[in-house]
């Protein structure tokens, strides 16, 4: 399996391909219940839940707003602290950035902590293509880059395997990293997590650069802040001579006080405890303590577009705690590769076609990947109405793919695969404004519904092939209401 998303199907067929695994589906509904069951009790222990919700909200929305001028914040503070700040527009640029970074400092691995950005890159693969070596070192990160594997989970990126296979992974693939797995070892987690900290620590003591991205940044003082649960990251932030840390502009907070929100609500909603157990801070760099040279570089890749647009903004407010995908149905049965993107679940579903433009055949279906239920809308800790995003962006959609420029005007280029469903539209439209014509069909379609088929032919099948289609009645609801009513409006 490649380690990248690059020209994945689109989701139906690639969700297919994943329900009919039935250990991936056992090992699914096993871990995002027991996820799903213990943020529940974690949340309801708060009497201000639905406040702090409101709050996390409120912030990010008013950042988001006055993003340009808390940019720029952040750029004075952490010039100021002794760092430097480099602006990516894109994927490309950033990987350029980060592989010159390396360069010029002589080494050619980096320890990395947890990081979506970076995922989203491909900076692995770009540092890699450059002769960088880059190790994951959060466990599950590194069961996923050890299996040669795609992360399938925001929170949980190998939530696909299970104890035995992440056993069989460690014996055949620790050895061509670094140090091998134990003689003899099993699949108990005690073991498990004790091969993964040996192999790790001659690669933390050896480091001299770390890359990471960032759970915030603090704009009143440029300062960073990651989150995690297993002291990896405390580790590539402290050890390396150099830090490197990729972050998407959309994650600063304004103040200091604004983490006492989301340092409630982050851990409860992701991995359902009451405090984070490693919270990492650091402001620029700090004589005789970590890294001697710090960089900070500003990921753009889209956000920029998805600022631009009312609805879909929202979307921005994200604060990768996966809660969302931990209760959503169709991610429990089709599992996160089939979302072909580093984003998975609801938040990927609003999230990827946003970054990535809906032009490609994967892109173009995520909207659709949602049986729009809610239940994501309601765990989300800074309120994102998924279900909205979702059929926003269906429209924009069914409405075209990217604009194309045609002699001197531009126009949307009709997406791929949806020709039908635009032409039902029109077809609809046209119906609704024609009174006189919907009734005459309305009739029509009365009078001869003994002939009407049970299913419909071709791609239609798909959707008839498990539902009933609805019968048509006998009798037009017009015509029963001015024969039951009266007059056309209902008066006697
Ligand atoms: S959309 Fe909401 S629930 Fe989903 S990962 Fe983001 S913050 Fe968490």
Known sequence: MSGTFVGMPAFPEAARTAVRNPTLRGNLRHATHTIRDKRARAVAELDDWAALREAGKRIKDHTLRHLDRYLVQVEEAVTAAGGTVHWAADAQEANAIVARLVKETGESEVVKVKSMATQ????????????IRAYETDLAELIVQLGKDRPSHILVPAIHRNRGEIRDIFRSEMSEWGRPAPEGLTDTPAE???????????????????????????AETGTLVVVESEGNGRMCLTLPETLISVVGIEKIVPKWQDLEVFLQTLPRSSTAERMNPYTSMWTGTTDEDGPRTFHLVLLDNGRTDTLADEVGRQALRCIRCSACLNVCPVYERAGGHAYGS????????????QLRGTGSEIDASLPYASSLCGACYEV???????????????ERVVQGGPAVRRGNRVVLKPARGHAAERAAMRAAQW?????????????????????????????????????DLPEVPAEPFRDWWQRTRGGKDGAK
């Not at 003591?205 to 759970?215: D, H, K, P, Q, T």
């Not at 002939?451 to 539902?467: E, I, M, V």
Request: charged letters at 20%; aromatic letters at 4%; one cysteine or more.
């Open 380 to 394: 989300c800790p800074v309120a994102i109405d998924i279900p909205e995003v979702l059929v926003h962006l269906r």
């Open 342 to 353: 580093v984003y998975p679940g609801p938040i990927g579903a609003i999230l990827s076609p």
């Open 120 to 131: 989203e890159t491909g900076l692995n693969e770009a540092l890699e293509a450059e002769g």
């Open 431 to 467: 119906a609704f404004t024609h009174p006189g014509a919907l009734r005459t069909g309305q009739r029509l379609a009365s009078r001869t519904r003994r002939l009407h088929p049970r299913t419909l032919p071709g791609p239609g099948r798909a959707w008839s092939g498990s539902r």
């Open 192 to 218: 498990l997590a004790e091969a993964a900290r040996l192999h790790l620590r001659e690669k933390f003591l050896r480091a001299r650069v770390g890359v990471s991205g960032a759970n915030f940044m603090v």
